[in-house]
């Protein structure tokens, strides 16, 4: 069975003909011939749907609805009206109803508006369990969104790193989000009260890693991209690695192993590594996963706008989930600033754009957020992004983006 329906409908005939119709679409189905009767099954916890009759006697369906608000507001009813009731339907919409639907309905229309409102409500019940994780559980629940049993491994891998204390290595895809695996790994051992310092491992110099080695010293340091330090910044980190110091974790989206084959990279260096690794799965690899990140995503771009989030329809996540996502959270991430910005979402041009275009295309939202919020005013939001004058009209000039458009009167 997908999901239950409380049907609600004093009709025996009515009840058991639609009750038919929902089990032979693969739905529980519980009914009830009052509202008295279905009373006790209202409930914040019920994680199905309510599909209720408008005229019954005693308490109606817009009891019955109202009710069901009070109990829990995102709990989606669906009436059924009389032929002919349509002043009704539009009241029951303003009321709150997830929808409705005219005696006698046709299966394909009870199905389609039953499948979306199950999905609307699993995705609030997954939200909420996340929710409740995320503010009793440790970092690792916190910080790595995804019910999947592919993101379940990976915060098990991150606990295991982080208890070992040894040095690390997480291997990704481009936009997988190492350098916040790294963190997590960080908050969640023994050194998280000490210093936690991030670095790309590419253009690193020996002087430089010396610095951020000491500045690292009793906590953790990440290097990114660790297979494309020079070979004698690779010789140092063994020398250092030697001598003690922070926890060292390195990032790489390319295959390491390979590369030592090849003579390109440290084998002493990969193999201390490679003791304790964390593999982030890609997002293709848990597309159950995407309705959690898209709506955390929706969320953060929505408080960085400074715009109250918008509600993601059920239609529209199952796009999100049919295409492929080559530039995994880095793109949802982009994705979700998009639709955010009320700019529309066309997947089938997005689904192929490269890491950097979709990197780029994040900037290019993060600007237009910051002139929105300031009204328009380049000055103030230059120096919101931490930017310096210069170098914020470079970029408004790269992207077409003109101040004056966001002026708000």
């Given at each position: 069975m997908n999901a239950t329906v409380l049907l609600v409908d004093d009709d025996a005939a009515v009840r058991e003909a639609l009750g038919q119709t929902l089990e032979l679409a693969d739905h529980a189905v519980i009914t009830a011939g009052s509202f008295v009767e279905a009373k006790d099954r209202i409930t914040e916890g019920f994680e199905g749907v309510i599909l209720s009759d408008v005229r019954m006697p005693g308490r109606d369906g817009f009891h019955l609805l109202a009710y069901a608000q009070q109990q829990d507001r995102d709990l989606p009813v669906i009436l059924l009206t009389g032929e002919g009731d349509i002043p009704m339907a539009v009241r029951a919409m303003g009321a709150g109803a997830f929808g409705f639907l005219e005696k006698p309905c046709s299966v394909a229309e009870l199905t389609a508006i039953v499948a979306r409102a199950l999905a609307a409500r699993r995705l609030v019940m997954e939200h909420r369990a996340l929710r409740a994780v995320r503010e009793t559980g440790d970092p690792a629940s916190r910080m790595i969104f995804g019910a999947s049993k592919a993101a379940e491994e990976m915060r098990g891998r991150v606990r295991v790193a982080a208890r070992a204390g040894a040095d690390v290595l997480i291997s990704g895809g481009p936009g997988s989000g190492m350098p916040k695996v790294a963190e997590v790994i960080h908050l969640s051992g023994a050194r998280a009260k000490a210093p936690f310092e991030k670095r790309a491992a590419s253009g690193l110099s020996r002087e430089g890693l010396a610095r951020v080695w000491e500045a690292s010293r009793d906590g953790t340091l990440f290097l990114d991209e660790i297979g494309a330090a020079s070979g004698d910044v690779q010789l140092a980190l063994l020398d250092l690695m030697e001598q003690g110091g922070p926890v060292l974790i390195g990032g790489s989206t390319e295959d390491l192993a390979g590369r030592v084959a090849e003579g390109g990279f440290s084998a002493d260096l990969f193999y201390r590594l490679e003791v304790c690794r964390v593999r982030i799965p890609t997002v293709d690899e848990r597309p159950e996963d995407i309705p959690v990140l898209f709506s955390h995503y929706v969320a953060q771009a929505?408080?960085?706008?400074?715009?109250?989030?918008?509600?993601?329809?059920?239609?529209?996540?199952?796009?999100?989930?049919?295409?492929?996502?080559?530039?995994?959270?880095?793109?949802?991430?982009?994705?979700?600033?998009?639709?955010?910005?009320?700019?529309?979402?066309?997947?089938?041009?997005?689904?192929?754009?490269?890491?950097?275009?979709?990197?780029?295309?994040?900037?290019?939202?993060?600007?237009?957020?910051?002139?929105?919020r300031?009204?328009?005013?380049?000055?103030?939001?230059?120096?919101?992004?931490?930017?310096?004058?210069?170098?914020?009209?470079?970029?408004?000039?790269?992207?077409?983006?003109?101040?004056?458009?966001?002026?708000?009167?």
């Open positions: 929505a408080e960085q706008a400074g715009v109250p989030a918008p509600v993601v329809s059920p239609d529209h996540m199952a796009g999100l989930m049919a295409q492929r996502w080559p530039g995994n959270a880095r793109s949802l991430m982009s994705a979700a600033m998009r639709f955010v910005l009320g700019m529309p979402e066309d997947l089938a041009k997005t689904q192929d754009l490269g890491l950097a275009e979709q990197m780029a295309q994040v900037e290019k939202m993060l600007l237009a957020a910051a002139l929105g300031h009204n328009g005013k380049a000055v103030d939001a230059a120096k919101a992004l931490k930017l310096p004058r210069k170098t914020f009209y470079d970029k408004l000039a790269k992207y077409g983006l003109k101040p004056e458009a966001f002026k708000r009167g």
